[in-house]
């Protein structure tokens, strides 16, 4: 299986930062990396497909990059409501795996 | 708009079985597949499988198969998931999506199961 490392495991910000979030595929994944957020007590909601596609109905300060083996998730200016965890999933090789993800708070 | 709506939380007994529902609405059910994933707070997130909702052919997880099974009713545009011979590991919330070829898409709201004697 292919294993999805993520990066920080924990991350503090204020309103206004910019935040990054990463994962590292162990082997190539072409660009088939979604990212999701969770906020507590809900499903995961759909953010970017394929690296860089943007969900319809998501804010424009999410966007996503790369390919290959190492991915990245930014939000340009955070938000309150942005408060949540969020996931990478890789759709490359079955089965389809997670990273462990990343809980988002404001500082 | 896309909707999956889940069956209730389940307490079970270890040994015993549960089976989860997924009615789905808003698109045509047989044009895309129906996937299921495990969250745990110590396993995270973990894909089980998914059916071809107009066939019912399915794809598991290795670590999943003999545990789960995946089942359709066209009819009611339902998936189901049978989980067998549980024990308390098989505790966590389980979620139903569609899946697309970009990847799930839209989610269910979740079913907790809790394995207790």
């Known amino acids: 299986d292919i294993q999805m490392t993520q990066s920080p495991s924990f991350l503090s910000a204020s309103v206004g930062d910019r935040v990054t979030i990463n994962c590292k595929a162990s082997q190539n994944i072409n660009r088939y990396l979604n990212w999701y957020q969770q906020k507590l007590g809900e499903a995961p909601k759909l953010l970017i497909y394929n690296a860089n596609s943007l969900q319809t109905g998501i804010p424009s300060r999410f966007s996503g990059s790369g390919s290959g083996t190492d991915f990245t998730l930014t939000i340009s200016s955070l938000q309150p409501e942005d408060v949540a965890t969020y996931f990478c999933?890789?759709?490359?090789?079955?089965?389809?795996?997670f990273g462990a993800g990343t809980k988002l708070e404001l500082k | 708009q896309v909707q999956l709506q889940q069956s209730g939380a389940e307490l079970a007994k270890p040994g015993s079985s549960v089976k989860i529902s997924c009615k789905a609405s808003g698109y045509t059910f047989t044009s895309y597949y129906i996937s299921w994933i495990k969250q745990t707070t110590g396993q995270g997130l973990e894909y089980i499988g998914y059916?071809?909702?107009?066939?019912?052919?399915?794809n598991y997880n290795e670590k999943f198969k003999g545990k789960a099974t995946l089942t359709v009713d066209k009819s009611s545009s339902t998936a189901f998931m049978q989980l067998s011979s549980l024990t308390p590991d098989d505790s966590a919330v389980y979620y139903c999506a569609r899946l697309t070829t970009e990847g799930p898409d839209a989610w269910g709201q979740g079913a907790s199961v809790t394995v207790s004697s």
């Open positions: 059916i071809n909702t107009g066939s019912g052919g399915t």
């Open positions: 999933l890789q759709h490359n090789s079955w089965p389809y795996t």
